[in-house]
């Protein structure tokens, strides 16, 4: 452009106005494009952007409200998890009670039992003490009454010991008892 100016001024030529040159012109066309067409492109990239921070809005919105319901849940797990030991500990506590409980109820149930048997024992141990006697005093009535007949039907004639046998034999029922 500056060639064919230079040209035009050289040559004689008379100077055109600036509005005549198809550079001017090929300018206003440029401008005119650029102005009808920014708007609509930067409405474009305009609405683009805030749909990209509308997202990230949103996107951050959701992990806030994410980030607070995984708190509450946190919370509410710690919550149940404390109520849970405390809950484990009773049962604990009331397990070593029971258990305490049943320990003293058969000991003294053990106890009750031994006391028994040995009372059980006690007593076979009398009766058979009193069997024994009556034994040794029947074994020694008849050992005595033996002897006795024996020492009589020696020392004795027949018919006199016969009489005393009997007399012995009435009596003995008094002297045992």
Known sequence: MISSAYANVTSGLEPQAFYSGPAFWVAIAFLCFVIIFTKPIWKFATSALDKKIKAIEDSIEESAR??????????KYKRKLSDAE???????????????????????????????????????????????????????????????????????????SDELIDEAIKELPNKLS
Do not use: C, P, W, Y
Request: negative net charge; aromatic residues 2%.
């Open 66 to 75: 994410l980030r607070e319901d995984a708190q509450d849940l946190l919370a």
């Open 86 to 160: 405390v809950e484990a500990q009773n049962i604990i506590s009331q397990a070593r009670e029971d258990a305490g409980a049943l320990k003293d109820r058969l000991t003294t149930e053990l106890e009750a039992t031994l006391e028994r048997k040995e009372k059980q024992a006690m007593e076979r141990i009398s009766q058979a003490e009193n069997e024994a006697r009556e034994e040794f005093r029947t074994i020694t009535a008849d050992l005595a009454i033996a002897a006795t007949q024996q020492v009589l039907s020696e020392q004795i004639e027949q018919s006199k």
